[in-house]
């Protein structure tokens, strides 16, 4: 089985749409920094450090600060631990989010949730977007979507069910398995009534891969990007960097970055992220090599 875009690079910029988030309309050569803020007591990368409500506020100033477009807030780790209850998820999730809004009224703000009981209640807090990366296992996330006018990310996560982790698995093209499954609930959320603008794709690094799967999709993203969907990629510090590097989770920033400019260069438009200057600096450099964005500044040569 092949890719259906032919293994083409990623589409002019006139094929791409606009996207559209909250109150705002994002063309296709903004590259935008989504930046992770995790209240749960276990995860992977902070151990808990943004679990208490005082610390999950400091880290959002900080990330605004930092240059973060988007804030994407999570209530329960990826990878398998204690059963989180819906409930228990969104008094997590949704008083963050609440306290997000009413400090920055115009900041996107996504949840990252598979349930669609937790995405209603973070949309009343103020949610923007609803980040599923279990790939709409709940399939009344769709509806949700649709009714409350907010932006869905439609995942490949190799039809694993949440919270678990890939065994064995494998693909005849893990390129074309990921274009299927994403367009193919991309175009579901259309006909739930998602608004077309607001609808991204993600290629599920790690979920339902190994790591050469993952290196894979990193180097073939110009193929999602050419079905004219808008592409986000969750890259920061995840097991395919360190397992490529031999590196342990600390010390995966390097690897990272050098992901994030590969699928920048070939059109992806948001990064989930934990370290959002460094990544900032990365995808503007790519826009200022791509032409689309001016150097800061150009006295070189002129004085």
């Known amino acids: 089985m092949s890719a259906s875009s032919g293994g083409q690079g990623p589409p002019a ?17 903004q590259r935008l920094v989504m930046a992770i803020v995790n209240r749960t007591p276990d995860s992977f990368y ?27 807030i999570g209530g329960v780790k990826a990878a398998p631990g204690e059963e989180v209850p819906a409930a228990e998820e969104i008094r997590r999730t949704a008083d963050l989010i609440a306290a997000t809004r009413e400090a920055y009224p115009d900041l996107v703000i996504s949840v990252d949730t598979f349930r669609h009981e937790v995405a209603d209640a973070a949309c009343d807090a103020g949610a923007d977007l609803i980040n599923d990366a279990w790939g709409g296992v709940d399939h009344d996330l769709l509806e949700v979507a649709a009714e409350r006018g907010v932006a869905l990310v439609c995942t490949h996560a190799g039809g694993l069910q949440p919270r678990t982790r890939p065994h064995r698995v494998t693909y005849d093209d893990v390129l074309a398995d990921i274009l299927s499954y994403t367009v193919d609930l991309a175009q579901r959320a259309v006909a739930a009534g998602v608004e077309r603008g607001r609808i991204l794709l993600d290629p599920g690094h790690d979920f339902g891969k190994n790591t050469r ?8 993203i110009g193929e999602l990007v050419a079905t004219g969907w808008p592409v986000l990629v969750s890259l920061s510090n995840k097991d395919f960097v360190g397992e490529t590097l031999d590196l342990p989770l600390g010390e995966r920033l390097y690897g990272t970055l050098a992901a994030t400019a590969v699928s920048a260069w070939q059109g992806a438009r948001i990064f989930r992220v934990h370290e959002v200057g460094e990544t900032r600096q990365v995808l503007d450099m790519v826009s200022s090599i791509q032409g689309h964005r001016p150097p800061a500044r150009t006295i070189r040569g002129l004085a």
């Open 13 to 29: 910029a006139g094929d791409q749409r606009p996207l559209l988030l909250g109150r705002h309309s994002f063309g296709p050569d």
């Open 213 to 220: 799967h993952s290196l894979e999709a990193t180097r073939r």
């Open 46 to 72: 902070d151990k808990g450090y943004t679990y208490e409500l005082a610390a999950a506020v400091h880290r959002v100033h900080d990330v605004v600060a930092a240059g973060a477009d988007l804030v994407d």
